[in-house]
């Protein structure tokens, strides 16, 4: 487990390399007693400023969670970051490298919707230089191995896998989406977001706190799963924080636990 002390406001991390998809660095305690919450971190990368650093108290330290975007070298800051426009898009580009595309090859579908389906869930964006899909799945990417197999054509399902929210007596109405193959939980956010104008963080943070129950501690979707629309008040909730406190929401969704 990498181990990293932080002794001065201002450090220069040239040697940090990722275990998995985000590492919690712990603080030396001599500078940041656990009685006292730290003051926000922030890193500077790049050039830019990234969103402030989620923390939490571990084993007798308080501890900062390094994103796995966050690639050295880069510079640690006591305060509030400044964060641009034009780096929150440059951010959420990443993200969508990150978790929008299923890192494993999805079931062919055999009709025309399906087809249509799969084409939306696994269209690419531009691969930013600095950045590489991780090996390992992202917690918010689809897993379509762990879901049931498509049918074929002329098979008969049954009818508990067809209707499974029917099944369980869950109503219709606030049936927000059903799980495809290949798809994941920041795309089909993200199809959702832009179809009512409201941010992609906001969503995907209001739609698995309203399934949270179902996705469990880390959001994994797979294939045939139904997910229940955010209420309007959750999404709002989401939708009144800073950038900043989105992003790092949206971190500590991706594997904090």
Not at 68 to 76: W, Y
Not at 243 to 250: D, G, I, L, M, V
Request: hydrophobic share 40%.
């Amino acid at each position: 487990m990498l181990g990293l002390w932080l002794g001065m406001a201002l450090v220069n991390i040239s040697g940090y390399q990722p275990i998995a998809e985000q590492t919690w660095v712990s603080l030396n305690p001599e500078y940041y007693p656990l009685r006292q919450a730290p003051p926000p971190i922030f890193a500077a990368w790049h050039g830019n400023q990234y969103p402030p650093l989620a923390s939490r108290q571990y084993k007798g330290h308080w501890q900062v969670l390094f994103p796995a975007r966050l690639v050295p070298p880069f510079d640690l800051f006591e305060g509030q970051a400044q964060l641009s426009r034009a780096y929150l898009a440059r951010l959420e580009r990443i993200d969508e490298m990150a978790y929008g595309i299923a890192s494993v090859e999805p079931a062919q579908p055999t009709n025309l919707n399906q087809v249509q389906v799969l084409e939306q869930a696994t269209s690419h964006v531009p691969v930013l230089p600095e950045f590489s899909l991780p090996n390992q799945y992202g917690l918010l990417l689809a897993s379509p191995m762990l879901g049931y197999r498509m049918p074929r054509q002329g098979h008969s399902v049954a009818p508990d896998l067809v209707e499974p929210a029917l099944a369980k007596g869950e109503g219709v109405a606030d049936i927000c989406h059903r799980v495809a193959p290949g798809e994941t939980l920041w795309r089909i956010a993200s199809t959702l977001a832009k179809g009512q104008g409201k941010d992609t963080y906001s969503y995907v943070l209001a739609l698995y706190e309203a399934n949270r129950q179902q996705l469990g501690v880390k959001p994994v979707v797979k294939s045939g799963d139904v997910l229940r629309c955010p209420a309007p008040q959750l999404l709002a909730s989401f939708e009144a924080l800073t950038p900043a406190e989105r992003h790092q929401q949206f971190n500590r969704l991706d594997g904090s636990l």
